[in-house]
């Protein structure tokens, strides 16, 4: 656990805001290439590992997490020096007051808090002490006026996250920003020390997508390039077994990865998925061989790119392995290691058993049935 400790504080330290993964990338690419594993990458920034050339010409299994996070862009400087954002991703309003930031622009780097105003001056039930949305905050970097910002190297454009302050909790859990995704970059990465290729007998590519927070389609690219047969999305989900959302589902961290049997994203996008049952009971099956439990996510206000995967063509199935996470899109995003170490265990299980055998497709049943009378 101690190498995986490692790599998901490394991952999740990285600022990588949508549109601007590179140092992400960097770092997958370097992983894999001590590994001799070669990566390729696409011209937005996808990163495909093809970990079995020698199968070509078999069915092609893709398993896929993203390596953005959400964060924030330079909007306007004002005249005494004060920046004002926008989002990029659905950054979480309720947790910015007061928080330490990071901006990079043109490979500096800055500290930065978010300005709020001094208790002593506010108001109960004021509009000081109600919820404001994240354009409406400010950034204060200690400059007098614009200009000093702008001879800093400062300006509008440059992206705004979460400052980094990855901890250790009780219980195997660790907390850090962008956890979504990074922990689930970090499995497929440390999956792909154990894999052992030559008990796979499919085509199987872990691939490393951008953009997921802010259009949840980066991936299409690669996807549509390598066109797998099975595609599996590696993401969070929220848990609900703290104060803020007990008893909404039956999702907890530390009871092992949560299969998605529905998710939707009601607000604004119709988009989804209902997955393939046979397929969901395949999976079920196999972590009931490792002896470790599945949780069933159903859940509206997700959406990953799974949703579009699954009808980006008639070939391709889709699931989701979700891994249980409080406080999603805050700085202090918590996991379970435990929980994180059997999605590990089921992509080894799954990329092991797979084979050309294995239909999924709804029409394989009807063919069975005999079709319509």
């Known amino acids: 656990m101690k190498k995986l400790i490692e790599i998901v504080k490394e991952l999740t330290s990285i600022q990588g805001n949508v549109g601007y993964e590179e140092n992400v990338i960097s770092y997958i690419i370097d992983f894999t290439d001590n590994l001799n594993y070669e990566a390729t990458v696409d011209n937005i920034g996808n990163i495909s590992v093809h970990l079995t050339p020698e199968n070509t010409g078999k069915k092609k299994v893709m398993f896929f997490a993203h390596s953005d996070e959400v964060g924030m862009m330079v909007r306007k400087i004002d005249s005494n020096g004060f920046i004002y954002c926008e989002k990029l991703g659905s950054l979480n309003p309720n947790c910015l007051a007061g928080l330490k930031m990071e901006i990079e622009n043109d490979g500096k780097k800055f500290d930065a808090v978010i300005g709020v105003k001094s208790h002593h001056f506010s108001k109960v039930g004021s509009e000081d002490r109600k919820q404001k949305a994240a354009q409406d905050y400010f950034l204060d970097v200690g400059a007098k006026n614009r200009e000093q910002v702008l001879e800093a190297g400062i300006d509008v454009g440059a992206r705004v996250s979460y400052k980094s302050q990855f901890v250790q909790l009780l219980n195997n859990c660790v907390a850090n920003k962008s956890m979504d995704d990074r922990a689930l970059v970090a499995i497929l990465l440390y999956t792909l020390q154990e894999l052992d290729v030559n008990q796979i007998d499919c085509d199987l590519y872990f691939v490393f997508g951008v953009q997921e927070e802010f259009n949840t389609r980066g991936i299409l690219p690669m996807a549509r390039k390598i ?56 999976i079920e099956n196999l972590a009931n061989e490792k002896s470790f439990q599945i949780q069933k996510e159903v859940a509206t206000g997700i959406l990953t790119e799974t949703a579009y995967l699954s009808i980006e063509n008639e070939k391709i199935i889709v699931a989701n392995i979700s891994l249980p996470t409080r406080y999603t899109h805050t700085p202090v995003e918590i996991i379970s290691l435990i929980d994180l170490e059997q999605i590990g265990a089921l992509i080894k299980s799954i990329a092991y058993s797979y084979n050309d055998c294995l239909n999924f497709g709804k029409h394989q049943d009807l063919k069975k049935k005999g079709g319509r009378k």
Not at 227 to 254: H, R, W
């Open 227 to 282: 066109n797998p047969d099975l595609a599996i999305g590696l993401d969070v989900t929220p848990a609900t077994d703290s104060p803020d959302l007990l008893g909404y589902s039956e999702i907890k961290i530390g009871e092992g990865p949560a299969l998605t049997y529905m998710n939707h994203h009601s607000r604004g996008t119709l988009a989804g998925i209902v997955p393939n049952n046979k397929l969901l009971k395949y």
